[in-house]
């Protein structure tokens, strides 16, 4: 027998708009308001009827226990213009399929190569700093995030035109597909307007830059080394085949799109705590020095970073670059005693979960050291959401801590960081949650530049 069901409390809103304007305008302290109604609840959002998850346990059911009852919903509908029916955007037994397929680029004896392209590229740009001229975080860590992610995928087929036309193009598609989403009516996306336009352009470009450095990519030696070389290497359990030409495609866009940013942003936030916090800068740079003499980090230093993963660790807990994040119901489906109906809309935000005082104490504090294996607690590990988690989880995570603890112990290895004065930090919830500016002024360590 179903256990009964307890009725999901309404948050009061605005007429017409509902919370619509909250959640716009005043993300922060709209979704922590939200557990004091209820571990799940019904909003309004404009004229749509919506449900919000509160609990790290709910949470898990969402996204384990009771996934099959869930598809990812409307925002990755619109996607599909851009990522075809890649790994992010696909359901159901061709996701399963094309995941099994994706996931042995991602396996532990591969990353020795990554993190070698991971050290060289994110080196190069780092010590190109001027010492003393301030530096905007922000456009530097997103150029480098996206550098690093072309390198991980075709490490020797490198064509900086065809890079730059990419990487030109993404902020177009991104927004192309947040508006499709916010749009009421299907029918706008058809409209004979400049938006439509650049998002069509935008797509062509990206698609066909794609396909040509794929096209070249084939002509030459593989290096094997590289994720694509992996994807090329992969084959159907059940069939043996290999990847399609347009599968392949899709998920070296698919690579390219969730890998760079996230780890980007994940990177800006944690170089903002460094240069905010005089001790964590300081202690990262004392394991930087005892760990890598002064030199570059390989794939075996990384596990001795502990301190600089924990302050990452940290960093992802307060400012998780994937802040927002929905599912739909297939069917009707329980989380808890809640019941979902058919078709309705889910959204939990590790942004709010990560800072739910039932989990976390004093969950606004900056403090790596929370991550201390004899300090960190259970609920803390359930409710730790950065990378999302089951079938969906985030199958690029390796890289993502990989790419991330080598860069930061790279900037502290060479360099102190001071904010630049009269330039507070923000955070802007777009579709990752960036700073909106992190000026920087770099000044070059004095250890690291007489070795
Ligand atoms: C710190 C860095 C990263 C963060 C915070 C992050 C976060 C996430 C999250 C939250 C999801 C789940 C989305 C959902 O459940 O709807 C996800 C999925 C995914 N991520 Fe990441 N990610 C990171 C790095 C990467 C990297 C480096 C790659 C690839 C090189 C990657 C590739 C993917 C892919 C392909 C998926 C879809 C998985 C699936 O649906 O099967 N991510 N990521």
């Known amino acids: 027998m179903r256990a009964p069901t307890t009725r999901i409390p309404a948050v009061p809103g605005r007429p017409l708009v509902g919370s619509l304007v909250e959640l716009a305008r005043r993300p922060h302290s709209f979704l922590l308001s939200l557990p004091r109604y209820g571990d799940v609840v019904a909003v309004r959002l404009g004229p749509k009827r919506v449900y919000f998850v509160n609990h790290s346990d709910l949470v898990h059911d969402l996204l384990v226990t009771q996934a099959d009852r869930f598809v990812r919903g409307r925002i990755f509908e619109k996607m599909k213009p851009v990522l075809g029916y890649g790994l992010v955007v696909s359901e159901g037994a061709a996701h399963r399929r094309q995941r099994l397929m994706v996931r042995p680029a991602f396996r532990r004896g591969r990353l020795v190569a990554y993190a070698d392209t991971i050290q060289r590229i994110a080196e190069q740009r780092i010590a190109s700093w001027t010492p003393g001229r301030p530096v905007d975080l922000v456009h530097e860590l997103e150029t480098l995030g996206f ?5 991980l995928l075709f490490s020797t087929h490198i064509d900086p035109h065809l890079m730059a036309t990419i990487q030109r193009s ?3 598609l991104l927004a192309g597909v947040v ?5 009421p009516t299907d029918l706008l996306e058809r409209l004979p307007i400049r938006a439509n336009r650049d998002f069509a352009r935008a797509a062509r ?7 040509t450095v794929i096209a070249r990519y084939r002509t030459r030696t593989v290096s094997g080394d590289d994720l694509f070389s ?4 992969a084959r159907d359990e059940t069939t043996g085949e290999p990847m399609t030409e347009q599968q392949l495609h899709d998920e070296v866009l698919t690579l390219l799109g ?3 940013e996230t780890t980007a942003t994940t990177l800006m936030w944690s170089a903002y705590f460094a240069s905010h916090h005089k001790s964590v800068q300081e202690r ?3 394991e930087a020095d005892t760990v890598l003499h002064g030199r570059r980090a390989d794939f075996a230093q990384v596990s001795h970073l502990a301190y600089t993963r924990r302050v990452v660790t940290e960093a992802l807990r307060l400012y998780p670059p994937a802040w927002l994040l929905t599912r739909q119901a297939a069917e009707g489906a329980r989380l808890g005693d809640y019941e979902i109906p058919a078709d309705g809309t889910v959204f939990y935000s590790a942004y709010a979960i990560q800072r739910d005082p039932r989990c976390f104490q004093d969950p606004d504090r900056f403090d790596p050291d929370r991550w201390l294996p004899a300090n960190t607690t259970p609920a803390q590990r359930r409710a730790f959401l ?3 988690r089951g079938i969906h989880g985030c199958v690029g995570e390796p890289v993502g801590w990989l790419e991330t603890v080598i860069t930061l112990s790279t900037i502290a290895r060479l360099w102190t960081l001071r904010p630049a004065p009269g330039h507070p930090v923000t955070p802007m919830f777009r579709t990752n949650l960036v700073p909106r500016r992190l000026l920087v002024i770099p000044e070059p360590r004095t250890r690291a530049t007489a070795e």
Do not use: C, K, M, N
Not at 147 to 151: G, I, R
Not at 179 to 183: D, E, K, P, V, Y
């Open 147 to 151: 550098e690093v992610s072309y390198h």
């Open 170 to 172: 993404f902020p177009t």
């Open 179 to 183: 508006r499709h989403t916010l749009a």
């Open 205 to 211: 470009e990206v698609h066909t830059a794609i396909d």
């Open 230 to 233: 992996a994807l090329l290497a």
């Open 258 to 260: 969730a890998g760079g």
């Open 284 to 286: 990262l740079q004392a």
């Open 386 to 388: 950065p990378f999302g």
